[in-house]
């Protein structure tokens, strides 16, 4: 392979071929240590969640490293600030790949009983779904999971979560950071979740939200023009297709929709004014609606007897907890029934695979 | 959305903040420009396939850039090199991920007739199946494309391809950096290749050979031992969860095995050691096969009425070329008949796209 490798130093200059650095390196007591090779850097930092250690020290082989404290297990973002620009570790190929932002992540495992740790059970697949859509003008796809043993030709079918991500996530977030197939197989294996169809789509209908970076999702009329092609492509292009090509159940009561930050403010929009399709709702750490009245112009108590769930979650450290208890006194004001949840955390999958895992076991329960 | 922003501002430096960048920025006549806003650098380079200009130079605004030349319709991957720091582009969402090596890429869109751009035609399904290896002893998956308009129960099955990855390469390599579902989609739209299964498993038996980095591959004892405990476990693993899950034929006749560098070698000393699990061979610039003589312990001239195709092509730029001449001269000497092709081209998926779509249209003709 020496001719191999020869070519690759043409076209790429390879940290990994000097020693390889191992990065991050978990110790047994569970602290970490970070490790970068960055000879002519003059500063650099770790980004990571939980962490406050942030400067990194260079040794005689001009390898910056840290070590943290000891780290609950759980899944962890980070990146290294070097001389001002943020990378992702390149000693670490467990990435958060984002539209915007991709960054490393550090997984700490811990005990079999935590939702998003693997574990020796039957596993559903995930099927990604590519089509044209006409509504938004552009090729694309979603991505569907189907539970351990998944029968085409079960009767009745399958319910269906619509399950939307964040803003600058891909349409594949919930699965590859998210564990959303990983919790799915346990809650299942446990008896503690439904058998259930997920069904996980892109969640732009005007790209510009987007391009414009986080300019996009604060304009106005973009996001919420990006929210309404989004909720077009869904009910018209996405949903007919779920339901022809899987064996999906018909109706509303087999049919919840919840998302996280952007795709909460989309879940509440879309399924609050559409009753007749989603009789369960989840919203976590849920985007700002603006104009709310406006959004919502024929919510009223009669409501509750055709929301079997609605189900309202926001972090006590998120920036978006004022946002979402405002919604929720909102909500109360017009007579509708709702589960509120604060917990500890911030804006974060580490606060959103618990969500998850909490409100899967509710839905289609009746 | 102001406090959902303040609180990202906690977590990472995004330089999507300032002024979201355009990059690369692909000009009218196929010039690019890239940019970077690096202010503390002090020299950053471009590397991109098929490029020479590398040098970027910083404006007022501490952007750095490049403009190159009128580049071919194709996609190139690149990195930039901060201070001898290779990075992805920030401002780039297209990236070709890598367990080694994550860079970005830039696609110059071309015309319809290009195997890898997307067209209005039906498209098939990708699938991610998750299983426990006992063989190799880790949790992971393979992916499965399946055709457009594809039929579980129709009989006879599909034929299949078993389409391994690189050296470093993810198993969802042949799909988003590959295209091999777009180029798929294509040929059956066109009638120009069998509606077929495509098969994309990790070819890892021995995690060695990543984790010591470029080191793995060049040590014959990991190298050996990864290729066999993979085949262990897609013979005995992957093939029959393959088989039982989708509606592919069981025989020999019908099933294709190919790859590309590492999954090229992996191609050629599973299949011509197994004529009677294998009746179509393809290896795409293969690495090479060490000691072959005692890798092939039954080779002979009895195997051309078994093998039914083997397509052999390397780049005439690829370092791996003299070892590809090399081995047809010894499959020659053993009376062995082939298909050699070599073409203008480096180690890269800006061969193996084209290889892909001049190979599949060969498969399962009689």
Known sequence: MKTLLALFVVFYTLPSLAQRLVSPEIHHDHSVTFRLKAPNAKKVELQCEGIKETGMKMDRDTVWSVTTGVMQPDIYSYTFIVDGLPIIDPNNSLIKYN????????????????????????????????????????????????????????????????????????????????????????????????PMIVVMPLGYGNWKIITNGWKGIRNPEITLDSYNKFRESLFTEVIPQVEKAFNATHDAKSRAIAGLSMGGAQSLYFGLNAPDKFNWIGAFSSGEIRNIDERFPNINASLNSKIKLLWIACGQQDGLLANNQKLVQWLKSKGIRYNWIETPGYHSFMVWRPYLAEFLPLLFQE
């Open 99 to 194: 539209l915007l932002n991709t960054v490393s992540q550090l997984h700490i495992p811990g005990p079999n009983s935590l939702p998003w740790e693997i574990n020796d059970v039957p596993h559903g697949q995930v099927h990604t779904v590519y089509y044209k859509s006409a509504v938004i003008g552009d090729n694309r796809h979603f991505m569907v999971y189907t539970p351990p043993n998944y029968d085409p030709l079960a009767k009745p079918g399958y319910p269906v979560l619509y399950l939307l991500h964040g803003f600058s996530d891909n349409d594949d977030a919930w699965t590859s950071v998210g564990c959303a197939n990983i919790i799915l197989d346990n809650l299942i294996a446990r008896g503690q979740a439904k």
